[in-house]
Each structure stands twice: as C-alpha cells, then as structure tokens.
C-alpha cells in the first residue's frame, strides 16, 4: 500500500516563526502536491513538485516556499507564519504516467499559528 | 480556468438508504478525469470512484455510482445503503487528461455527509 505521512498532526507556532511541514512518501512517485484545506474553500494547491528539484507554484503560494531534495520528502515552508496562515495542510503523491495517476494522501497537519 | 462546484456543503441520510451527491463542474477540455474522494473524520482522504469523460458508461464501485452527464457538466455521487461508515467529507474534484499535464486537481467546496442510525 501506499503510504503517505506527514511529521505532525497537529502543530502551534507563533506569528513571524519559520515553520517547516515535512511529507514523505514510500512508493517511488514522481508527484508531490501540498495542499491547503479550509472549511468552505475545499482543498487549494499550494505548490506541487514533479521531479527532485522542480517546483511548480499551484494556485496560492504567496507566503509559501517548498523544497525537494529527495525523491521522497517534500517539504513546504512557512518563511514568515501569519494567523491566515492557520488551516489543515495536506500533502498529497501520485505516478507522473498512467491513466489515472491516483493522488494518494497524508493524513494532514493542523497548524495554528497564535 | 476549470472549476468544479458543489452545492451541498451538508447532507444527511438514513442507515440502509439512498443518497445522492451533486458536482457540476466548468471546462473547455473535451478529455478529463473526475473523482470523488472521501475524507472520513480524522483520517486519510481516499479515493471512492473516479470517471473518464471519453467513457459513456457511468463508473461503479460496490456501493458507489455516479451518474456522469458530460453535456451538462454534471458528476453526482449515489451512495446506496448507506452505512455509519460514509459518515464522511465528500469532495469532487478534476483533472485534465494526460499527456504532458501535470496531474494536478482541482477540487470542488465539498459535502459533509450525516448518516443516521
């Protein structure tokens, strides 16, 4: 089975602080996505990846930066957290061919930022 | 820019009933994907079904339909006999077909499920 996990479950930070959001994912996939989840607005693309080292901007990524250094992990960034910035973020992998390319999910972090 | 909608932001069913969920989305591609996830409380969102627009035929999964109207623009989930288990965040999403896409998703509000005993 794929497996998709996220460092936290749940996490408090202050405003200003740099917070890191570390996903990893077991099955060798190309794609990496994060994405932000907020009550009424679904699920938004922050930043996907679809190599090591690539990036690309999704529909929201001002306040964000990510990083890929590894296959594997794909690692989004808050420079700078702002109280906008508390939501559900979700991290997301998927095969780059195949027909259906099946987005596989991490259970999600909660971030507060006080 | 394609955007997928749905109207329901709850619904509430009975145990061993009928359901249905709506999405309508908006596009100009004629070759695309669609599916819907489900978000159980506190869990790890999973696919249910997905439909590829090329296909007439209307994806099943056990107790999981969709009624696809690819001229309408409509992707309705049916959940039958339901079970405390769909209890559940229900989201609609998009993909452009591949073929150098990048296999991204757009989502749709979503629907949160209520299932009565």
Redesign the interface.
């Given at each position: 089975d794929v497996k998709?996990t996220q460092s936290s479950r749940y996490l408090v930070k202050r405003t200003g602080e740099k917070v890191f959001l570390e996903c990893v994912q077991d099955m060798d996939h190309e794609?990496m996505?994060w994405?932000r989840q907020d009550p009424?607005?679904?699920?938004?693309?922050i930043y996907?990846s679809?190599d090591v080292k690539m990036k690309?901007k999704?529909d929201i990524p001002e306040g964000y930066s990510v990083s890929r250094e590894k296959k594997e992990r794909f690692s989004l960034i808050l420079e700078s957290a702002s109280t906008n910035q508390t939501s559900m973020y979700?991290c997301a992998s998927?095969l780059?061919?195949?027909?259906?390319?099946?987005?596989f999910?991490?259970?999600?972090t909660r971030l507060t930022v006080l | 820019a394609q955007t997928?909608t749905?109207s329901q932001?709850e619904m509430s069913v009975q145990e061993a009933e009928t359901v249905t969920l709506s999405c309508t989305y908006d596009t100009s591609e004629s070759d695309y994907?669609l599916f819907w996830?489900k978000q159980p409380p506190s869990?790890?969102?999973?696919?249910v079904i997905?439909q590829?627009a090329y296909k007439q035929q209307n994806a099943t999964e056990n107790r999981f339909s969709v009624n696809f109207q690819k001229a309408a623009k409509s992707f309705s989930l049916k959940i039958s006999d339901s079970q405390l288990g769909d209890a559940a965040m229900y989201?609609c999403a998009y993909?452009s077909a591949?073929s150098g896409a990048?296999?991204?998703?757009i989502?749709?509000?979503?629907t949160l499920l209520a299932v009565q005993p």
């Open positions: 998709v794609n996505f994405y009424g607005l679904g699920l938004r693309l996907f679809y690309e999704g979700l998927s780059a061919s195949g027909t259906y390319n099946e987005q999910f991490g259970p999600g | 997928v749905q932001p994907y996830y869990r790890q969102m999973i696919l997905r590829e989201f993909r591949p990048t296999n991204k998703l989502f749709g509000t979503g």
